[in-house]
């Protein structure tokens, strides 16, 4: 039961009782969702009445995603953590370059696409300083991922109205690619 911080225990017991007469459950409990009172206790009863479904992939993946798809999206996540309020979105980022330096190194090149001139320059920021931000803490993220010291090299790129353009969406990773259907 929902709402349970609107009404005093004892006025909320005969309401309850009369909804047992109507529907039996198992298991039931008192929640108040805006104070967040036993949300945990919830999400734990529902996690355990699931019923166990079938494996798509093997129990060590964890993504149907490539690595380059991972570390795009990390990288993203980064520029759209330090600038979401002036470049809302209007992000795309591809890896370009994946080398394996040394044991301990791995070199990865990304392009940050961009729409327009002025947002682009909002990413790179004075003297380069936004660009070295994000960077900085998406390497952080990707050298966490792939067990390695990373030497990330971003560049920016405009490429007007790619959000508008179905053939551009196909090339940044957004589309699917043509031919296949639409579910």
């Known amino acids: ?31 108040s969702a805006t104070r967040g009172d036993n949300l945990d206790k919830l999400l734990d009863m529902v996690v ?3 019923p166990q479904g079938p494996r798509y992939y093997p129990s ?26 002036e470049v809302p979105h209007a992000v795309a980022v591809v890896v370009e370059d994946w080398k394996q330096r040394r044991e301990d190194l791995t070199y990865i090149g990304a392009n940050i696409f ?12 004075q003297d380069g300083r936004m660009l070295k931000r994000i960077g900085r803490a998406a390497r952080e993220e990707i050298e966490r991922l792939v067990g390695t010291r990373v030497y ?10 790619w959000r508008k353009d179905e053939d551009e969406l196909r090339r940044l990773g957004y589309a699917l690619p043509r031919g296949k259907a639409k579910s």
């Not at 060590?60 to 309020?85: G, W």
């Not at 729409?115 to 790179?124: A, F, H, R, V």
Request: glycine content about 2%; charged content about 30%; aromatic content about 8%.
């Open 1 to 31: 039961f929902n709402k349970a911080d609107l009404l005093p225990p004892e006025k909320v017991q005969p309401h309850c009782d009369a909804y047992f007469e109507l529907v039996k459950h198992d298991e039931w409990m008192m929640i």
């Open 114 to 125: 961009v729409e327009k001139n002025s947002q682009k320059g909002i990413i790179i920021g």
């Open 152 to 161: 990330l090299d971003l560049w920016v790129k405009v490429r007007k109205k």
């Open 60 to 85: 060590d993946q964890l993504t149907d995603q490539n690595m380059r798809f991972i570390v795009a999206e990390l990288i993203r996540e980064q520029v759209l953590r330090f600038v979401h309020q």
């Open 48 to 50: 355990e009445h699931l």
